[in-house]
């Protein structure tokens, strides 16, 4: 089915541990999107991708590292991971058209991660 | 002032009144505007989106947009336990260059009282 996979959906890791959260998508959209989500701040976008091998950095990139070898898969790593990295993240997918404005985002299940 | 912003709430209304939900953005510039419904503990999912002035209905849902006072909203008519959930506005801005950035509000918590 086509759709936006996340894995792993739950994850308890200790500081100083890397940690590679995975994202899939099967509608082939070019542009692909990872927000984490803490109470109080809403959705803050860390890193987004415009197309194999083009990342860019959000709003919250500090301590993540990503990269998009292939068009449907596009990880996240926590290089080593600290407390202040509990959160929710979760993974988006969107095209932007003719005008340049995105169309809606479609996001995965997310990945609850807790970092002792 | 924030890009988006929305009354956090709990908004709280009776089953099967019209429940209001606003959110005002900043960059005059922004151009398509997203609704999206998240459930506790759920990622979030598309409702509506509206590109131009006026209003735009789906089913018990209807988006309107002014974008001459700067803001967009999302009515739920008939309201249902079921729409309890928290509803995040996002907007499409400028970012320079020709590009635009999608920015979320922080979501405004509804809940629909039996």
């Known amino acids: 089915d086509a759709g936006i996979t996340q894995s792993p959906r739950y994850k308890i890791t200790e500081t100083g541990r890397q940690v590679t959260l995975m994202c899939h998508q099967t509608?082939?959209?070019?542009?692909m999107f990872w927000y984490r989500q803490d109470l109080g701040h809403g959705l803050r976008l860390i890193y987004y991708?415009?197309?194999?091998?083009?990342?860019d950095k959000g709003e919250v990139p500090d301590g993540y590292v990503v990269s998009r070898s292939k068009t449907e898969n596009f990880p996240l790593t926590l290089e080593s991971a600290t407390r202040s990295q509990t959160s929710v993240y979760f993974c988006a997918s969107s095209e932007v058209g003719s005008t340049g404005w995105y169309q809606p985002q479609h996001f995965g299940d997310g990945t609850r991660l807790s970092i002792l | 002032q924030k890009e988006v912003e929305q009354n956090s709430g709990p908004l709280s209304v009776p089953e099967g009144a019209i429940a209001s939900l606003n959110c005002t953005y900043s960059?005059?510039?922004?151009?398509?505007f997203f609704w999206y419904r998240q459930y506790s503990g759920k990622s979030p999912e598309l409702i509506m989106f509206?590109?131009?002035?006026g209003d735009k209905e789906d089913g018990r849902f209807t988006a309107q947009l002014n974008k001459a006072s700067q803001y967009v909203s999302l009515l739920i008519r008939d309201s249902q336990p079921s729409d309890s959930a928290t509803y995040l506005c996002a907007v499409n801005r400028p970012s320079g260059a020709g590009s635009y950035q999608l920015t979320f509000g922080k979501g405004t918590k509804l809940s629909v009282i039996p």
């Open positions: 509608w082939s959209h070019s542009y």
């Open positions: 509206i590109y131009s002035n």
């Open positions: 991708s415009a197309a194999a091998d083009i990342t």
């Open positions: 960059d005059r510039g922004s151009q398509s």
